[in-house]
């Protein structure tokens, strides 16, 4: 199979996700149609999900009400298959290899909705670009906050993260909007939790002093079709094993807990908040159940690959792999349920078995071209 014939199948496979993705809009589609995206970081898992959704909505839409995006990304670390298949098989989405810590030019026109993507969220490649990182979450937010301002566009989305809370007392967990957070701000994860920080600030103050229409949300570990098999975050970790069929290893002792937000669900959060008209405020897009030992985690992913596989612990040979590592993660979605109409569909071992049967199916589709690499 080619990889064209293998990303049209892949588009296939997507469909039901999207589909439910785009009824949990409903009328709130309509904003979208016929408008123009710019899209950060559209090579990354973010991106994957936009632009798969941007695509499956167009191809019902008539020429004048088709979403047009702007797609731009540094490719610091390649160009994924899927990304380049999908531009070439689609021609409202522009292709362009941009680093989004810089300015963006003038003459590249005005888009009616900004999404900021661009960043690096897993902590094993951050560790290793903390600069970059750093870049991305404040200078890079920074000109896309500008561009929207000057271009008064009708909203822009920032990622933030749940790492701004940093270790919640037990009392904060359920963790809510309202939480001033626990964050180191020196150490292995500092140049991403505290860049996130400052983001929102960022955010806060052109939403009060230049009106600019910002939405901020906060994610609390996506999973699903689109993050990279190599990524460096646990689910991928942990599929490699079970895709390798040998044990799985634990650098911890499997005690910290997490909830888990697929990919269609955190996806319909986003867009629920770029379309709302809740300007600086946060929001937690995830899911508040179940918390789940990376432990237990681990046995329902084996279980639902039919393996016999065992979990074993063992010491990192990176010294700091779990400095300021949070015990607890997990969500209070009051906010994003009462003001956004958000509610998670997908429970946590069937999108674990859509997880792994993608990495199955296409992880041939993440390979990067290096040859595009800047």
Known sequence: MTHSQLHAESKRWLKQDLSRVEASLGPKLEMLLGKKVLLTGAAGFLGFSFLHFFAHINSS?????????????????????????????????????????Q????????????????????????????????????AGLRHMLELARRTK??????????????????NEIPTTESYRGHVACIGPRACYDESKRVGETLCYLYAKHYGVPVKIVRPFNNYGPGLRLTDGR???????????????????????????????????????????????????????????????????????????????????????????????????????ISMLGYQPQVNLEYGLQRSLEWYRKFHELEHTEDAVRT
């Open 61 to 101: 839409q008539p020429d004048n009400r088709k979403i047009t995006v702007t797609a731009v990304d540094n490719f610091l670390r390649g160009r994924p298959r899927w990304v380049s298949e999908l531009a070439a098989s689609d021609p409202t989405v522009v292709l362009k290899v941009f680093d989004a810590s």
């Open 103 to 138: 300015p963006w030019p003038d003459e590249e026109g005005v888009f009616d909705f900004v999404i900021h993507g661009a960043s690096i969220a897993s902590p094993k490649v951050y560790r290793q670009y903390p600069l970059e990182t750093l870049d991305a979450n404040i």
């Open 153 to 170: 566009c009708k909203s822009i989305l920032n990622f933030s993260s749940s790492e701004i809370y940093g270790d919640p007392p037990a």
């Open 234 to 336: 646990l689910l991928p970790d942990l599929c490699r094993d079970v895709l390798a069929d040998r044990d799985i290893v634990l650098y911890s002792d499997g005690s910290p807990t997490r909830t888990f937000c697929y990919a269609s669900d955190a996806l319909s959060g986003y867009l629920l908040a770029l379309l709302s008209p809740h300007e600086g405020e946060p929001f937690n897009i995830g899911t508040s159940s179940p918390e789940i030992s990376i432990r237990d985690f681990s046995a329902m992913l084996l279980r639902v690959a039919g393996s016999r596989r065992e979990i074993k612990c063992m010491k990192s040979a990176e010294a700091e792999y779990l400095t300021d590592n949070p015990q607890r993660r997990c969500p209070n979605i009051s906010k994003a």
